[in-house]
């Protein structure tokens, strides 16, 4: 248990950061779920769309420390790969 008022001030800033950083990350997973349920349907112009307006989202998430960068660079290529594939 925290002692200290610096202590118990940590513990109440991090759960409102995680609160913030839960709901970046949900954010951004439910983009990248729309870009696949698109390709799924095979309906390019909508994936495409969907993947404009994930890679922003994934920018900010490196930005804010939510994501590694790799991470988000990774699942951006990835999306980016199918998207082009549906010809």
């Given at each position: 248990m925290a002692n200290t008022p610096q202590a118990k001030k940590?513990?109440?800033r991090n759960e409102r950061r995680a609160a913030i950083n839960g709901a970046r990350i949900s954010r951004i997973r439910t983009l990248v779920k729309?870009?696949?349920a698109a390709l799924a349907t095979g309906d390019k112009e909508?994936?495409?769309t969907a993947?404009?307006?994930v890679q922003p989202e994934l920018?900010?998430?490196v930005a804010r420390g939510v994501?590694?960068?790799n991470t988000a660079?990774?699942?951006f290529g990835r999306l980016t790969k199918a998207v082009s594939?549906?010809?």
């Open positions: 940590r513990i109440r729309k870009v696949e909508a994936a495409a993947l404009q307006t920018a900010r998430g994501l590694h960068k660079a990774r699942k594939a549906l010809a």
